[in-house]
T-cell receptor, first 114, second 118 residues
């Protein structure tokens, strides 16, 4: 496999459920990101990891908990979500955090919270 | 104030014609990068083209070119010879230093929905 993969592609969960989103990159990159894309809003950066260390938490509620066990894998653990958390969650990676490196995105997980 | 402004929520173009998607940005940094991404209905964001703030020539990648006007802070995407597969959302993004943070941050505009008509 190449590029950035995300599983699952679609997820429906209740507000009391606990679930995890998974992202894997096969590009040898050192930086990974979680974004949230809601309808009619720009992409919102949630978390940034560089060499497995979290470098940014963009004021994300604690019901979203990221985990980066190594440079190739990134998880987003979800618990007690709200309906307004329904969105497309995109994972991305880049070689590093310098300004000229493009980010490569996965296909996203379409999350619906009932 | 918005850092990235895409004033066209939607655009229509006839197949085989060229189209320009507008993007203006706001930054006080001297060093920054500008990106365009395409997002088809499948959801994946596809990198199209990059322009560095110090690049003197406009970036080109196949049918994509970036009309970079630094003084006007604009970075419009030009797609030549459109085809039906170009129908998608297009996002302009800028990477500059994250004020108060520790690294460069990529900020996206709201996007433009391009529809190519046969």
């Amino acid at each position: 496999e190449t590029g950035v993969t995300q599983t699952p592609r679609h997820l429906v969960m209740g507000m009391t459920n606990k679930k995890s989103l998974k992202c894997e990159q096969h590009l040898g990159h050192n930086a990974m990101y979680w974004y949230k894309q809601s309808a009619k809003k720009p992409l919102e950066l949630m978390f940034v990891y560089n060499f497995k260390e979290q470098t940014e938490n963009n004021s994300v509620p604690s019901r979203f908990s990221p985990e980066c066990p190594n440079s190739s894998h990134l998880f987003l653990h979800l618990h007690t979500l709200q309906p307004e958390d329904s969105a497309l969650y995109l994972c991305a990676s880049s070689q590093d955090l310098t300004s000229n490196n493009e980010q490569f995105f996965g296909p996203g997980t379409r999350l619906t919270v009932l | 104030a918005q850092k990235i402004t895409q004033t066209q929520p939607g655009m229509f173009v006839q197949e085989k014609e060229a189209v320009t998607l507008d993007c203006t940005y706001d930054t006080s940094d001297q060093s920054y990068g500008l990106f365009w991404y395409k997002q088809p209905s499948s959801g994946e964001m596809i990198f199209l083209i990059y322009q560095g703030s110090y690049d003197e020539q406009n970036a080109t990648e196949g049918r994509y070119s970036l009309n970079f006007q630094k003084a006007r802070k604009s970075a419009n995407l030009v797609i030549s010879a459109s085809h039906l597969g170009d129908s998608a959302m297009y996002f302009c993004a800028m990477r500059d230093w994250n004020s108060g943070g520790s690294n460069y941050k990529l900020t996206f505009g709201k996007g433009t929905l391009l529809t190519v008509n046969p």
